[in-house]
């Protein structure tokens, strides 16, 4: 059998990959794609995403670093380039990054969030929450929005509200990581409540 390489129907599967969280296999499709083509942005931006999604934050710079320059206006490569650095702890180059982003798609509400939270782990509270709420109410199934939502009304001292967004994201189809997270928040809130 002859390999005709990486085709779109391929980045389409790594694609898939990554959202099924399958980042292993999405980084081993795209690095093939990327050997085959080293100027390919798509394959590159994935990459990085893929990297990130997988805790290969230095990895997903290099990767978006690339994408980024040979193509300045990919929003997907900012934002994923922004969440790199913030898990590296470089929390100013992501506010950067994702600004970069939110100019290029602003009305990304994934960007929007992110934003939203280097902007509140920076101090400017008000600007992040604002941002982080507009995520939400583009999409109100975005559960990272959601949990982020969650933290930002906690904060402000509104646990009732603060409880809806965690029980939703408990009860509903959210992704494992984020219901683990809001079941434990909830039975601390209860018993901080009693």
Do not use: W
């Not at 913030?86 to 990054?97: P, Q, V």
């Not at 280097?118 to 604002?130: A, H, I, M, P, T």
């Amino acid at each position: 059998m002859i390999d005709d390489g990486v085709s779109a129907q391929d980045l389409l599967a790594a694609n898939d990959m990554i959202a099924q969280g399958d980042y292993e296999g999405a980084v081993r499709l795209l690095e093939r794609a990327v050997a085959e083509d080293p100027t390919d942005c798509s394959a590159l931006t994935a990459l990085g995403i893929a990297f990130t999604e997988g805790g290969e934050h230095q990895k997903a710079v290099k990767a978006l670093e690339r994408a980024l320059s040979l193509q300045e206006t990919i929003p997907e490569a900012h934002e994923a380039l922004g969440c790199a650095y913030y898990r590296l702890g470089f929390i100013e180059k992501a506010e950067k990054a994702l600004k970069r982003a939110l100019e290029l798609a602003p009305q990304d509400g994934g960007v929007l969030r992110n934003l939203g939270v280097v902007l509140d782990r920076l101090g400017d509270f008000e600007r992040g929450s604002n941002m982080i709420e507009e995520a939400y109410r583009l999409n109100q199934f975005d559960y990272q929005a959601m949990y982020a939502l969650s933290s930002v009304r906690l904060r402000q001292g509104d646990l009732e509200s603060a409880m809806e967004l965690l029980e939703r994201i408990a009860t509903e189809d959210s992704p494992i990581n984020l219901k683990m997270l809001a079941i434990d928040h909830i039975q601390n809130l209860k018993r901080y409540l009693r």
